[in-house]
Nanobody, 119 residues
Framework: QVQLVESGGGLVQAGGSLRLACAAS????????MGWFRQAPGKDREFVAH????????SVAESVKGRFTISRDTAKNTLYLQMNSLKPDDTAVYYC????????????WGQGTQVTVSS
């Protein structure tokens, strides 16, 4: 199994920016997909964005399109989420996860990092 550790969360004012990182260690993978998800209090976990590890193609949820950018550094085995123009509705715990087989089943998850956007 791969171990995933998120960092970069915090408190920011509306309109501000944060950059999340997710460092992967342990099992290596040259294919597969890594994604970001979030869960706000009292709500279900929702998809934010994903990137194919090989090739780098991305997909981003409509709710964050144009504001969030997902990227990866394959040499560092690190996933990133650049979040700009943050809104209070973006407040949530953000999780990274890996789908080893590109079958939309995420097999390993990080512990999450809290993002709080104040109005």
């Amino acid at each position: 199994q791969v171990q995933l550790v998120e960092s970069g969360g915090g408190l920011v004012q509306a309109g501000g920016s944060l950059r999340l990182a997710c460092a992967a260690s342990g099992r290596t993978f040259s294919r597969g997909t890594m994604g970001w998800f979030r869960q706000a209090p009292g709500k279900d976990r929702e998809f934010v964005a994903h990137v194919r590890w090989s090739g780098g193609s991305t997909s981003v949820a409509e709710s964050v399109k144009g504001r969030f950018t997902i990227s990866r550094d394959t040499a560092k085995n690190t996933l990133y989420l650049q979040m700009n123009s943050l809104k209070p509705d973006d407040t949530a715990v953000y999780y990274c996860a890996v789908d080893y087989d590109n079958d939309y089943v995420y097999d390993s998850w990080g512990q999450g990092t809290q993002v709080t956007v104040s109005s």
